[in-house]
């Protein structure tokens, strides 16, 4: 490994962390229960995102997990508590998760899905707010919220900003289980991968990252991207220009247009 995670880290029990090859791997560590989704689980994720998107050891950042599902969403026992939580609580424990979803959405750093299986409810969601996602052609993805009479809200947000109306209302209202092709052309999913590829595939597309793009640049542009939409056209064509012209004088920007106009191949690990 490129670094030694703290003893906070090291003292997760239902997520793993890990650097090499300047990818953080962050691992869903609970396969006994389909890494189902709970509080303390949602905690462990935020302390690993947290960690990862200061690390130096780390450019692009990994989502995967362990067993034969992603992700199932809500916690089958920790579905069974909220019967007794009252409206604070409830709202408590929302926003807990609300602030996992805008930490990865938000987060400086690349964060790509590895989806080795199935991908329900939270754990869709969970998919959905990363800025990449691959998936086995077995994987199924589904926001099933409203078939035990729940609400997919937070998800909504992200999901609407990610295809558009129509498709968010197809699949939130109906709940329906996807397969990966079809995840895949609802644009959910970037590609779909054998499952004997598809970590490698995800390490490649990672250190393609790494090398051939500037971090400085995609930071931006993760940025750019989630502040533009919310913006009047006006107010959003000042915006574009104004970090436009401040990229313009970065170093990352000085060093890549040297290298340019050299004709040298430029790579950004370094």
Known sequence: MDNMPTQELEALRFIRYEAADAIGYITLNRPEKRNALSADMVSELKMAFEFAEEDTACKVIVLRAE???????????????LQSFGYTDNLADSTHLMQLFHQIYTLKKVVIAQVQG??????????????????????RF???????????????????????????????????????????????????????????????????????????????????????????LEDSLRYAAHINAEARGSLDCRRGIAAFLAKEKITWEN
């Open 118 to 139: 199935h991908a329900l409810a939270g754990g869709c969601g969970l998919a959905t707010v990363c800025d990449f996602a691959f998936a086995v052609p077995e994987a």
């Open 142 to 232: 589904g926001y099933t919220e409203v078939k035990i009479g729940f609400l997919p809200a937070i998800v909504s947000v992200f999901l609407l900003r990610k295809v558009g109306e129509a498709r968010t209302k197809e699949l939130l209202l109906t709940g329906d289980v996807l397969s990966a092709q079809r995840a895949q052309e609802l644009g959910l999913v970037n590609g779909v991968v054998g499952a004997a590829e598809l970590t490698s595939y995800v390490h490649d597309f990672a250190r393609r990252l790494c090398v051939e793009n500037s971090a400085q640049s995609m930071e931006a542009t993760k940025e750019m991207l989630a502040r533009i939409p919310e913006m009047p």
């Open 67 to 81: 067993g034969a599902a992603f992700c199932a969403g809500a916690d089958l026992a920790y579905i069974q508590e």
